[in-house]
């Protein structure tokens, strides 16, 4: 009996979280995919069901809502394969040139790269308008006194891929680097001090020992990356509007004009559905491919 | 050896310098008048003028200090109830006799892989329904489903040594009691980053205030900036900044207090 009670008061400290848990996350969830199964427009009060025919929509060639996932998912797409090598790669060059310096002045860079990560979306995106403004932004008047023409940073491409990436990397590298900060420091020296009785070259020991003592916080950042990357809106939202043409309207653009500017609840449920299943999918294959080449690189040792 | 320690020193004082200038710049711009800002050229103003800031903070169409406002309030708000549930279910689940913990604790950590793109729709139309859209309501219940806190604060709880409770049983503290006596201050590291985390998430998010605010009393500063952007503020680069300045200190204050926590925290986290 007494176990029972006291049970019951240990659930209660459970509950709060599992009040919330249900409300916003479960019926959410379940309630998004029924939403998908039905002709959802937001200003009618009737929503027919219409079993798979929002999904059959988007893969149907020719129609709007395939072209709007199509082209949204393609944007997407190249946001990601430009971003996140550089996001990985940039943020371990960081975290190894940081822990090279000298300890005392340490706190100062990492802060140094790290600060712009606290910083909003919409900040950052307006102040990168006006760096890369064509007239009077930074960017092209240091280009102007090199004695070269201003660049058309956000209007044309490629140029419009370029300046939300640089965007993007100096906004949200800090944080890898500081992931990758903690993972070098916990390498063992002992490994360092046998490779440099050994004679190794820096760069032997940056591909012997270094990498493969960090490899599962690799996985873990190029997994984040990834999701981060898709999930990309505010910069081409507020910094190309999309443009030129409809060259950077990501995915998630595509899915809020379905829902809020044409209203279509239901055909927008679906196609997050799908790009959320895609997300999904990337993300375990990434998890699954790098941890096959790990257990491959151990069968042969 | 030394040669190559004062190169990186160098060339990590070329990127610092890279990675502050556009914050400087935002600053600098902010103090110069609008015909200055635009006609370029130099880099601090030549007639430094606080115009920018004493217009926005007057205009009426530009509620700052109540976007500011909504902006802090429903961080902490969210970060309120975000400390408390997390850390009240993680203890438990760690530490109590709660029934069905083997299920609820995996179930709970395996809502972290679904891409929150599922439920962001269906969330809004929920709240349509109840009638709560542009209220404090949806800025601040949604965030508190989150299950990284209850991760992070179980995997500190697991390891959290028996005898500390033991002695405040002996005592004889209840649940409660030894939670919020022993357990609680124990965590305060983990506490401190989870709130800060959560904060900062809060206070930058964009899209889900975006959609779920529209007017303008509502707005948080985030959202409120990109209405100003994209409608009368798009032509006064010196008020923009005025705008982001003022968005931009709360935030820096709270993540250059929070900074050692939020670090150390991350390492804590058992990201590995």
Redesign the interface.
């Known amino acids: 009996m007494k176990?029972k009670a006291?049970?019951f008061?240990?659930?209660l400290?459970?509950l709060?979280?599992?009040i919330?848990?249900t409300?916003?996350?479960v019926?959410?969830?379940v309630?998004?995919i029924?939403?998908s199964f039905h002709d959802w427009n937001l200003i009618s009060p009737i929503h027919p069901f219409i079993g798979l025919e929002n999904y059959s929509a988007i893969f149907t060639s020719g129609s709007p809502e395939n072209r709007v996932f199509l082209n949204g998912l393609k944007n997407t797409a190249q946001f990601v394969i430009y971003s996140v090598p550089l996001l990985v790669i940039i943020g371990l060059g960081?975290a190894m040139?940081?822990n090279?310096?000298?300890e005392k002045?340490r706190g100062?860079?990492?802060?140094?790269?790290?600060?712009?990560f606290?910083?909003?979306?919409?900040?950052i995106?307006?102040?990168?308008?006006?760096?890369l403004?064509s007239?009077?932004?930074?960017v092209n008047?240091f280009i102007n006194s090199l004695g070269m023409d201003s660049i058309p940073w956000l209007t044309r491409l490629p140029f419009a891929w370029i300046s939300l990436v640089i965007a993007t990397v100096?906004w949200t590298i800090g944080f890898n680097m500081?992931?990758f900060i903690?993972?070098l420091n916990e390498v063992s020296e002992e490994l360092y001090e046998a490779a440099d009785i050994d004679g190794a070259s820096s760069w032997h020991k940056f591909l012997h020992i270094t990498l493969p003592s960090i490899r599962?916080?690799m996985i873990?950042v190029v997994i984040t990356s990834t999701?981060a990357s898709?999930?990309v809106?505010?910069q081409p939202y507020?910094m190309t509007r999309g443009g030129p043409g409809e060259s950077t309207e990501v995915l998630?653009m595509g899915?809020?004009q379905q829902?809020?500017q044409l209203r279509q609840?239901g055909s927008?449920?679906a196609m997050?559905?799908l790009?959320?299943l895609i997300?999904?999918v990337i993300?375990v294959g990434q998890f699954l491919v790098t941890r096959s080449g790990e257990r491959k690189e151990k069968n042969h040792a | 050896m030394r040669k190559t320690k004062i190169l990186n020193i160098v060339f990590a004082s070329i990127l610092a310098i890279l990675f502050l200038i556009p914050l400087v710049w935002m600053v600098s711009t902010s103090f110069k008048s609008d015909f200055e800002a635009i006609g370029g050229g130099t880099f601090f103003p030549q007639e430094f003028t606080i115009e920018n800031y004493t217009s926005t903070l007057t205009s009426s169409s530009v509620p700052i200090l109540r976007w500011l406002f909504n902006s802090l309030f429903v961080g902490f708000a969210g970060v309120t109830i975000v400390v408390v549930i997390d850390s009240m279910a993680a203890y438990a689940l760690a530490r109590l006799d709660v029934p069905f913990k083997k299920v609820l604790f995996p179930l709970f950590v395996s809502t972290l892989m679904i891409p929150w793109v599922i439920t962001f729709l269906p969330l809004y139309q929920q709240f349509s329904n109840l009638g709560l859209l542009n209220t404090y309501a949806p800025l601040i219940l949604p965030y508190s489903a989150n299950a990284f806190g209850v991760f992070l604060l179980y995997q500190f709880f697991r390891s959290f040594p028996k005898e500390l409770e033991e002695a405040a049983r002996m005592d004889g503290a209840n649940k409660w009691q030894i939670f919020m006596k022993v357990v609680i201050p124990s965590a305060r590291p983990l506490i401190a980053t989870l709130a800060i985390f959560t904060f900062m998430a809060i206070y930058n998010d964009f899209l889900w205030p975006l959609v779920t605010t529209n007017t303008p009393e509502m707005r948080t500063v985030t959202t409120g900036i990109a209405i100003m952007q994209q409608g009368s503020f798009v032509s006064s680069y010196g008020k923009l900044m005025a705008l982001t300045t003022l968005a931009t200190i709360p935030i820096l204050i709270v993540f250059l207090i929070g900074q050692k926590w939020f670090i150390r925290g991350i390492t804590q986290s058992g990201i590995k």
């Open positions: 176990s006291s049970g008061t240990s659930f400290f459970v709060p979280y599992l919330m848990f409300l916003f996350l019926i959410p969830l309630y998004g029924y939403i960081l040139l940081v090279s310096l000298p002045i100062f860079f990492r802060t140094a790269y790290f600060l712009p606290a910083i909003s979306v919409s900040v995106a307006v102040l990168w308008l006006w760096m403004d007239n009077s932004g930074l008047q100096w500081i992931i903690n993972a599962p916080i873990f999701i898709f999930n809106y505010g507020l998630l899915i809020v829902a809020f609840m927008a449920a997050a559905m790009m959320a997300m999904i993300s």
